[in-house]
C-alpha cells in the first residue's frame, strides 16, 4: 500500500468513527449555549440506534429509520426539556434519569433484534471527480451521505451561532436570561428548541452507529458514546467548529484502537484508550478556557424564573 | 393558551415528604407496567408474581439480603458524596475497584490466616475504591472538571480493568480457560447464613457504616462543612471552610465504602473475580436512586436498600418466570428518578395552570 493509500484510509477511518461524536456534540453544544446541561446524551443515542435498526428492519427503507431515530431521540430530549425547563428540576439528575430510562427502553426494544441482519444499511456515495483525488478524495468524498451531512451541518450551525440574530438569541439566553428576557426574547422557548435539536442530532447519531457504523444491533451497543460526546462538548469550548476537531480526533484514537490490537496488546487495555483520553480532553478543555478566558455558558445548568412584573 | 406557573411554598413536613416518595414508586410501576403491557404481560399479575417471589420466599428475602449489603454500601457512601454536591456516578467503578484489591490480596499474599486475610482484603477494598474516587474529586477540586464525566468514565476504565485481568494476567491457571482467575483461598471466604447467600460480615459493615455515617453527617464538623459546600461552594471558601478537603475526603468515604462493597461481592458470594457484569448487577448505578429516594438520609438508605434489593430480585424473577429482561430494571429506575424529581418540585413549589385567552382586538 503507497503512503497516500495509507493516509486517505487512515483520514477516511477517522472521519467515519468521528461522525456520531461530532453529530452529538453539535446538539449539545446548542443545548447547553441555551443553558441546559443534557447529561441524557447516552440514553438518547442508544434509543435512536435501536429505533433506526428497528425501522430499517422492519420497513427496509434505511431513511426511514434515520428519521425515526431522530424523532426518537427528539421525543426524549422533550421530557429533559419539560423537567428541567418548565418545573426547573436539578438538570444532573434529570439527565441522569433519562440516560437510565434510555439504556432500559433499548434493550427492551432490541431485545428481539439482537444479530439480525439489516436488508440494506447506509451506503456510501463517492462524489464524482473529487473523490479521484488523491488523499482527500479517499478521506472526504467517499463517504455515506450521514458524514456529508455532519460535515455541513457544523460549518451551518457555526454560522447560525455566531453570525445570525437567532444565533445571538440562543447565546443570550445561556450567558443571561434575564437580559434576554428583558428585550423580550422567549426565553423557555428557544432553551425548548435548542434541547430538541440536540435530541434530534442524539438519535442521528444513533442511527448512524446502527444502521451505517457498526451496522448491528447489539446490548449496549452505543458503549459510552453518548459521555464522551458531554466531554467533547466542553473540549470544543461549545464551538460547532472545534467540535469537528475534536470528533475527528476521537475518531483518530478509535482507529487507533483498533490498529494496535494485532500488534498484540490486550484488547481490553485498548479499550480503555476512548474513555483515558476523554479524562484528558476535558483537562485539555479545563486549560484553555482558563487561558482563553472562554467559559462555559454562565447559565448553563441553572433553571430560568422569570420575575413577575405588574 | 395555558401557563404552567410555579409559587415557593412553605417547607414541607416529613409525612408529606414520604408521601411524594411513596407517590414516586408509584408513579415508577405505573410506567413500568405500561411498558409491561405493550409487552404483552399483565402489569398486575406481573407484580404479583414478583411480590410474591420475592418478598413471600425464603429463597426472595434472603437474596434480597444478599443484594441490599451492597446497594448499603454504595447508596450511604453516595449521600456523603450527594451532600456535597458531588455527583459521584462511579460507585459502579469504585466497587469493581475493590472487588480486583480484595482479590489480589487473596490470591496473592501466600498463607494468612483468615483473621489477618480478610481484614487485609477489606481494607485493600476500601483503599482500592477510595483511590477510584480520589482521583476525579481532584481534578473537581484542583481543575475544575466536571466529575460526572471523569467518574463515568472511570466506571468504563475499571470495567476494561477487570476483563483485561481475568482474560490476561489473572486468568485462572486450574479454569480450563475460562475468563475468571482461580478461587480465593479458603481462610479469605466469608462465612454465610447456612443455606443462604447472606454474608454476615459485610452486612454487619454495612451497617454500621449507615450508622457511622449518620453520626459524622449530623454530629461533626465536617458534616457541618459538608453542609456548607453543599449549599454554597464560593461562601464556603470565604467562611473557611477547605473546599478540596471536603471535597477530597467526602469522595475517598464515598469511594472506600463501594471498595468495601466489591470485597464483599469477591469474599462473600463470588470468591474469584469474574466478568465485572456478573460481580455487580448495576449497583453503583442503582444506589444513586436509593440515596436519592432516602433523601440523602443514611439511615432512610436501609430502608430505600431493602426496596431496590428487592427489584433486582424482582427482576431476576422477571426474567426466569415471565422472560422479561433484565433492563426492564433500568427503566423502573429511570422513571423512579424522574417522578422522585417532580415530587421534588411539588414539595417546593405550588403548581397553578392558568388559562390565558386572546385579548380580541
Known amino acids: 500500500m503507497s503512503w497516500q493509500v495509507y493516509l486517505g484510509d487512515l483520514l477516511y477511518s477517522m472521519i467515519r468513527a468521528g461522525t456520531p461524536l461530532l453529530l452529538g456534540t453539535l446538539g449539545e453544544i446548542y443545548a447547553e449555549r441555551a443553558g441546559v446541561l443534557n447529561l441524557g446524551v447516552e440514553g438518547m443515542v442508544i434509543v435512536g440506534a435501536v429505533t433506526g435498526y428497528v425501522v430499517t428492519l422492519s420497513t427496509g427503507n434505511p431513511w426511514l429509520g434515520v428519521l425515526a431515530a431522530a424523532i426518537s431521540g427528539g421525543a426524549l430530549s422533550l421530557i429533559h426539556a419539560f423537567l428541567s425547563i418548565t418545573l426547573r428540576a436539578n438538570q444532573v439528575v434529570s439527565g441522569l434519569a433519562l440516560t437510565m430510562l434510555g439504556l432500559g427502553l433499548s434493550s427492551i426494544i432490541g431485545r428481539i433484534f439482537i444479530g439480525i441482519p439489516l436488508p440494506s444499511s447506509i451506503t456510501p456515495i463517492e462524489i464524482p471527480i473529487l473523490s479521484k483525488v488523491p488523499i482527500i478524495g479517499q478521506a472526504l468524498f467517499s463517504h455515506d451521505p450521514l458524514v456529508y451531512f455532519s460535515m455541513l451541518l457544523a460549518p451551518i450551525m457555526w454560522f447560525v451561532l455566531y453570525k445570525t440574530r437567532i444565533g445571538i438569541k440562543i447565546r443570550a439566553v445561556g450567558e443571561n436570561p434575564a437580559a434576554a428576557d428583558a428585550a423580550g426574547i422567549n426565553v423557555y422557548m428557544i432553551r425548548y428548541i435548542c434541547v430538541f435539536i440536540g435530541g434530534l442530532l442524539s438519535g442521528l447519531a444513533g442511527a448512524y452507529l446502527s444502521e451505517s457504523y457498526t451496522p448491528a444491533w447489539i446490548e449496549n451497543l452505543t458503549a459510552g458514546t453518548g459521555w464522551i460526546i458531554v466531554g467533547l462538548t466542553i473540549f470544543a469550548l461549545w464551538n460547532p467548529i472545534r467540535a469537528m476537531l475534536g470528533s475527528y480526533l476521537f475518531g483518530g484514537v478509535r482507529v487507533l484502537q483498533f490498529r494496535l490490537q494485532p500488534l498484540g496488546i490486550s484488547p481490553n487495555l485498548l479499550a480503555m484508550l476512548p474513555y483515558i483520553s476523554t479524562i484528558v480532553v476535558l483537562l485539555i478543555g479545563v486549560k484553555e478556557t482558563l487561558r482563553k478566558r472562554i467559559g462555559a455558558p454562565s447559565a448553563l445548568g441553572v433553571p430560568y424564573v422569570r420575575e413577575e412584573r405588574e | ?361
Open chain 2, 1 to 361: 393558551m395555558i401557563e404552567i406557573k410555579l409559587e415557593k411554598r412553605p417547607l414541607p413536613s416529613r409525612i408529606e415528604a414520604f408521601t411524594y416518595s411513596v407517590i414516586s414508586v408509584v408513579f415508577a410501576l405505573a410506567v413500568s407496567g405500561a411498558i409491561l403491557k405493550v409487552y404483552g404481560v399483565d402489569p398486575v399479575s406481573a407484580y404479583g408474581i414478583i411480590v410474591f417471589h420475592v418478598f413471600g420466599s425464603l429463597p426472595g428475602i434472603s437474596e434480597t439480603i444478599v443484594k441490599l449489603i451492597p446497594l448499603t454500601l454504595c447508596g450511604v457512601g453516595l449521600t456523603v458524596a450527594f451532600r456535597a454536591r458531588l455527583w459521584n456516578i462511579g460507585a459502579e467503578g469504585q466497587l469493581l475497584l475493590g472487588a480486583i484489591a480484595a482479590t489480589g490480596v487473596a490470591l496473592f499474599s501466600g498463607d494468612l490466616p483468615s483473621y489477618v486475610l480478610i481484614p487485609l482484603m477489606f481494607l485493600a477494598g476500601f483503599l482500592a475504591g477510595a483511590l477510584w474516587g480520589a482521583i476525579p474529586a481532584l481534578l473537581k477540586a484542583v481543575l475544575n472538571v466536571n466529575e460526572v464525566i471523569v467518574t463515568t468514565m472511570m466506571n468504563y476504565i475499571a470495567i476494561e480493568l477487570v476483563r483485561y485481568l481475568i482474560y490476561g494476567p489473572w486468568r485462572g491457571a486450574k479454569e480450563w480457560g475460562y475468563p475468571i482467575t482461580d478461587e480465593i483461598p479458603d481462610a479469605a471466604k466469608l462465612i454465610c447464613i447456612p443455606g443462604t447467600r447472606i454474608h454476615i460480615a459485610t452486612l454487619a459493615i454495612a451497617v454500621a457504616s449507615v450508622i457511622l455515617i449518620y453520626i459524622l453527617i449530623t454530629r461533626t464538623t465536617f458534616g457541618f462543612e459538608l453542609r456548607v459546600v453543599g449549599g454554597n461552594p464560593e461562601a464556603a471558601k470565604y467562611a473557611g471552610v477547605s473546599y478540596l478537603k471536603i471535597v477530597l475526603l467526602s469522595m475517598i468515604i464515598s469511594g472506600g465504602l463501594a471498595g468495601l462493597a466489591g470485597t464483599g461481592e469477591i469474599a462473600g458470594i463470588h470468591y474469584r473475580l469474574r466478568y465485572p457484569e456478573s460481580i455487580s448487577m448495576g449497583y453503583g448505578f442503582t444506589a444513586i436512586i436509593v440515596a436519592w429516594l432516602a433523601r440523602l438520609n443514611p439511615l432512610l438508605v436501609l430502608v430505600t436498600s431493602i426496596f431496590f434489593g428487592g427489584l433486582l430480585v424482582g427482576g431476576y424473577v422477571m426474567k426466569i418466570m415471565l422472560g422479561l429482561p433484565v433492563a426492564m430494571v433500568n427503566i423502573f429506575n429511570g422513571s423512579t428518578l424522574m417522578s422522585l424529581l417532580l415530587c421534588e418540585l411539588l414539595l417546593q413549589y405550588k403548581i397553578k395552570f392558568i388559562v390565558k385567552r386572546r385579548e380580541m382586538h
